[in-house]
């Protein structure tokens, strides 16, 4: 199974945390990791920036940007729960990280 970023190139701010929060799941996890940037050709998937977990897209519950409560539900959804504490805190690091870099 595979954590996959739909990014834009060259990557933006939230493709860029996305991609964070992609490397903690999938190291947590033992998933691959995948960064799409469609480009010209046909894609059937949900436009940049997004994450996708074992085939779900992880929706931005503020419709906005994707929060580490938003991940930690699919990733429950997706029956990945053990460690799913230790994974939350990490992804709260890397949000808590990515809004002081970014002024937020």
């Known amino acids: 199974m595979?954590?996959?970023?739909?990014?834009?190139?060259?990557p933006g701010g939230r493709c860029t945390l996305y991609a964070?929060?992609?490397?903690?799941?999938?190291?947590?996890?033992?998933?691959?990791?995948?960064?799409?940037?469609?480009?010209?050709e046909p894609w059937e998937g949900p436009p940049p920036p997004a994450i996708v977990?074992?085939?779900l897209v992880v929706e931005p519950s503020d419709g906005v940007i994707v929060a580490p409560e938003d991940?930690?539900?699919?990733?429950?959804?997706v029956g990945l729960c053990d460690r799913l504490d230790d994974c939350r805190a990490e992804?709260?690091?890397?949000?808590?990280?990515?809004?002081?870099e970014h002024g937020g």
């Open 2 to 10: 595979t954590v996959t970023v739909v990014s834009k190139s060259p």
């Open 20 to 40: 964070r929060y992609a490397e903690a799941v999938s190291g947590h996890f033992g998933l691959a990791m995948d960064i799409h940037c469609p480009g010209n």
């Open 53 to 55: 977990i074992r085939g």
């Open 71 to 77: 991940i930690v539900a699919v990733l429950a959804k």
């Open 91 to 100: 992804i709260e690091r890397i949000q808590d990280n990515f809004l002081t």
